[in-house]
C-alpha cells in the first residue's frame, strides 16, 4: 500500500496529508490509503490544492455518493456555476459585529440519513480568525462512566430542524448575513428523525456519541424539560478541549471531515473580513 | 493582519486574543523603545508568542521581571511542585512519556485567583514538547464583558465572588489546575490543610476593571471561584455556570501549538487558560515564571 506523509495535527483528532495532488485522479492504492488514514485521523487536511469545482467534487466522490441537493435546509446557499453540489459558504468583509451565536454540531442529523463525510475547500480566508475545530465524539462516548454508558446505550434521541437550541443566529454564524432575506428556504415542514444516541461507526465498528446542540431536541420518549439536564451535561463533555483539534485555515487548503464520529465548529471571531469555502457533503447511513 | 511597528513584527493568530511577535531576541535584554512597543502589544492582544527562544532560566526570569515583580511561589503552599535547581523560581512542568494517563480535568482558569493579589501574568517556555498535542488555549475577558446583555452587566457590577483553593475539585482536577502530573501533588497534605481551614480565599469583583488599560472584563473562573459574596453556592451555580461556559466560547479563543523553544506572555488578568491533556505515550517539558499582580478592583 502507498505510504502517505500522514502528520497528526492534535493528540486527538486531525492529520495533515503532505505531497498530494488532488487536481489529477489519485491511483488506486493511495486512495485506499487515504480511506484508512480518513478512519484512523477522523478528519484530514492537505494544504495548497488548486481545484476546480470539478475536481473538488471528484476529490469528493472518493468518499461516498455526492449530495447533489442545490442546498441544505435551512439555509439557502450559492453554489458554483454548473456545479450545484459544490455549495459557497461565504461571510462579506461588510457583515457586521460580533456574532457568537456558533455551536458545535454535526451536520443535518435531522435527516434520516445524515451525512457521511463533507470536503471543503478554503478559496479567500482571513489572515487571523475563521479557524474550525473539530471533536472526536468516540473520546467522547469512550471517557463516559460504564454507568452512563449502559443508560446511553438504550435511548435514542429526537433530531430536529425546528433549531430548538441555537436558533438562527447558531446555524448562520459563519454564514453571510448580507443576504438575511434570502437565507432561508422557503417554508418547510417540520421534519424530525429519532436515531441511537450512542452510534456505530459502520467502517471502524466503534462506537460514537451522537447528540449535538443544534438538531437534537430531546430523547424519545422524553419532554424537553426531562432531556435537558442529561443534554446539557453531554454537550459540554462532547467537546472538552482534550477531544478537539483546531484548523487555521491557508486559502486552498482541503479538509475533509467524518460527519458520523465528529462534530465541528466554524469560529465567527473575523470581523471586517471575508471568507469564501466551497464545501461537498457525502450522503451517509442510516445510524445504528 | 500585521501590524507595523517599529522594532518588532506584530502578527495575530486568532481572531479574538494572541499574536506571534517576531524581531525579539529574548536572549539579550530589552532596550525601553522595544520593551515600550512590546507592552503595548501586550495589552491590545493579551497573550504573546515568540518563536525560537533558545534562553537560560536566568534570561527567562530577566524577561519577565520586564513587566512586573517575579512571583517566587505562585502555587498553593501543599502542592509539591519542582522547580529548577538553582532557580526555585522557574517551575519545571515535566509530563513523562510514560504517564499514559489521559488526564481530562484540566478547566478554564485564572491563575491563583484564590490570592488577595492574584498574578498579573507568566512566562511559559517550551523546553520538549509533543510532535502532536499538548496545546494550550487561551479565552479574551474584556469580550466576555462585552458580549453580556446590558442588564447582566449592570447586575454583574455590583457583585462580589469568593474564590478559593482546591475545594470541590477531584485529584485529577486539582493537579490539572497546575498543569503538573497528580503523582507531585501531596493530596494528603492538600486535604488535611482543608480541613483545618488552612485555605487561601479571597473575595474579588466579579467584574474587574484592567489597571493598565481601564477595560472592564469578567473575572469569575472554574477552578477557583467558588460562590458569589453573600449567596450559597447552590444559589451561585446557576449563574456561575452560564459565566463559566459564556466565558470560554470559541470565539474568544486562540489555541498554540508548542514547538521547543516558544515563549508565551499572558495576561492572567483578563485572559482564562486551559492546558490540553491529549499527549499520553509523550514527554512534554515547560517552565514557567510568574509575575505578581495588584488586588482586582
Known sequence: MTVLDIRPVAGAIGAEIAGLDLSADLDGETVESLRVAFRDHLVLFIRDQDLSPARHSAFAALFGEVDREPFVYPLVMPHAEGHPEVLRVVKEAGDGGINFGGLWHYDVTYRERPHLASVIHAREVPPAGGDTMWANQYLAYETLSEGMKALLGRLRAIHSNALTYGGDEARYAPTSKAKTGERAAPPTERIETAHPVLRSHPESGRKALFVNQVFTERFEGMTLEESKPLLDFLWDHAVRPEFTCRWHWRAGDVAVWDNRCTQHFALNDYYGRRREVHRVAIHGERPV | ?297
Request: glycine fraction near 8%.
Open chain 2, 1 to 297: 493582519m500585521t501590524v507595523a511597528y517599529k522594532h518588532i513584527e506584530v502578527s495575530p493568530v486568532a481572531g479574538a486574543l494572541g499574536a506571534e511577535v517576531a524581531g525579539v531576541d529574548l536572549t539579550e535584554s530589552l532596550g525601553n523603545e522595544v520593551f515600550s512597543e512590546l507592552h503595548d502589544a501586550f495589552m491590545e492582544h493579551l497573550v504573546l508568542f515568540f518563536r525560537g527562544q533558545d534562553i537560560t532560566p536566568a534570561q527567562h526570569i530577566a524577561f519577565a521581571r520586564r513587566f512586573g515583580e517575579i512571583d517566587p511561589n505562585p502555587f498553593v503552599r501543599p502542592l509539591e511542585l519542582e522547580t529548577l535547581p538553582d532557580h526555585p523560581e522557574v517551575l519545571n512542568v515535566v509530563k513523562e512519556a510514560s504517564d499514559r494517563s489521559m488526564n481530562f480535568g484540566g478547566l478554564w482558569h485564572h491563575d491563583v485567583s484564590h490570592r488577595e493579589r492574584p498574578n498579573l501574568g507568566s512566562v511559559l517556555l517550551a523546553r520538549e514538547a509533543p510532535a502532536a498535542g499538548g496545546d494550550t488555549m487561551w479565552a479574551n475577558q474584556y469580550l466576555a464583558y462585552n458580549t453580556l446583555s446590558d442588564g447582566l452587566k449592570k447586575t454583574l457590577g455590583g457583585m462580589k465572588a469568593v474564590h478559593s483553593t482546591i475545594r470541590d475539585l477531584n485529584d485529577d482536577q486539582l493537579a490539572a489546575n497546575y498543569g503538573v502530573k497528580k503523582e507531585s501533588v501531596n493530596f494528603a497534605s492538600v486535604r488535611r490543610a482543608e480541613d483545618k481551614s488552612e485555605k487561601v480565599e479571597h473575595v474579588h469583583p466579579v467584574i474587574r476593571t484592567h489597571p493598565e488599560t481601564g477595560r472592564k472584563c469578567l473575572f469569575v473562573n472554574r477552578s477557583f471561584t467558588q460562590r458569589f459574596d453573600g449567596w450559597t453556592r447552590e444559589e451561585s451555580l446557576p449563574l456561575l455556570d452560564y459565566l463559566w461556559a459564556h466565558g470560554a466560547r470559541p470565539e474568544f479563543t486562540v489555541r498554540w501549538r508548542w514547538q521547543a523553544g516558544d515563549a508565551a506572555l499572558w495576561d492572567n488578568r483578563c485572559v482564562l487558560h486551559n492546558a490540553i491533556n491529549d499527549y499520553a505515550g509523550q514527554r512534554r517539558v515547560m517552565n514557567r515564571v510568574a509575575i505578581h499582580g495588584d488586588r482586582p478592583y
